[in-house]
């Protein structure tokens, strides 16, 4: 999202490491608006992954990361850190253990969590600001990720009794061969197939009530935003990196595949400077996040750097065949999707360290789901006969998509 590139195209293929300055192989989004004039201020997770400059922050707040020059709550409030993290302390690897995914209601203030001490910052910063300059504003929460320690009061938005749950696929074992085995797979199926109804329902009530914080965080921004006259004219884009499983698909929690409830992100674009003709509709073209990139630059009347490829989601005429994600969690394999309205296609390679050299030869393994007649992609029709066809021209597609996302030299040697 920041340079307009895939991780094939980058290297970058999991969470860390992440890459220097000096290997960066496009200009950060940031970096971009403030060479254009604006002032740009970041609070909140970047996840570069690596020790590195702010990328063209001005102003810059996170809670934890290693961004030189921004000030982080684990230094200047960090007995307020402390109490975060006391709280969390056994929910395990990025609190996402079983005992992270359940939860609690929080006994810690809203500006001693991560996401309320960012939000707070941020509201301090708007309600101070005093420049004539336009405003590049990222704002960007860990939660809902896990874990489920949600503020006091926001649970008090759903019954218990009434929360439903994933239902199971009728399988005495993983169906998933692209992200079987992966991201503490024993663990999960081990604890939730004897997990209570309980224990279920907490689960998913208070993912809900902690998506529900995060929407109010946003709400108060946008009105802080308003209140000073900064959404006059501006474009506001609401896009998250991952969704979250809840236990679809015999017990599958967080991301780690390339199923809907995963890979399918929400992507709100709204604002005064939204073209008219954009405005409250539901556009079904696929869209991926390599698109914020050259749609924003765009509107900013920023020039964009050749060979990205996104497009500008406010140019009609732009279109892809489908939407591509890839997943890279096992060592000498490659997974990618080709998804259309209808159908998902999901391949299986013996990675290659440059993703434009796959050919069909490279194929090992694969998935196809009919999303209009199996929506939780429990039935797997790669091997049927019927949509042979279908998956032969998918196929050809996205090997194709795969020969346009070569690796993109760093800037430092072109």
Known sequence: MMLGLYPNQIGILRNEPGLADEYLPSIPLPQLFSDAGYETAGFGKTHWGIECSTRGFQTRYASELREEG????????????????????????????????????????????????????????????????????????????????????????????????????PWEKDQSPHASNINRREKYIDFWKNATVEQWKLMTMRYYANCTWIDDMFGRALHTLR???????????????????????????????????????????????????????????????????????????????????????????????????????REFEASFMWRTIDYKLILQFERKPDASNYKESDIIGGEFYDLQNDAQEWVDLYGNKEFIETKKIMTKQLINHLKRVAPVMPLKNH
């Open 70 to 169: 921004a000030i982080l709550m684990k230094d200047v409030d960090p007995i307020k850190k402390q109490h975060y993290d006391d709280e969390t302390k056994d929910y395990g690897p990025g609190e996402e253990d079983p005992s992270g995914y359940i939860g609690r209601t929080s006994g810690i203030p809203e500006n001693e969590h991560r996401d309320g001490w960012v939000l707070e910052k941020c509201i301090d910063y708007l309600e101070q600001r005093n420049d004539e300059r336009p405003l590049f504003l990222y704002l960007s929460f860990m939660k809902p990720h896990a874990g489920h320690n949600v503020p006091i009061d926001y649970e008090d938005h759903y019954d218990l009794e009434e929360t439903t749950y994933a239902e199971q696929p």
């Open 227 to 329: 209140d000073k006259g900064l959404l006059d004219n501006a474009l506001i884009i609401y896009v998250s990196d991952h969704g979250e499983m809840l236990g679809e698909r015999f017990y599958r929690f967080n991301k780690y595949c390339l199923y809907e409830s995963s890979v399918r992100v929400p992507i709100i674009i709204s604002g005064t400077a939204l073209p008219v003709e954009m405005k409250q509709i539901v556009d079904n073209r696929p869209a991926e996040l390599v698109d914020i990139y050259p749609t924003l630059l765009h509107t900013a009347g920023i020039k964009i750097p050749e060979n990205v490829p996104g497009i500008n989601l406010f140019n009609k005429e732009e279109n892809r065949e489908a939407s591509f994600c890839s997943l890279h969690e």
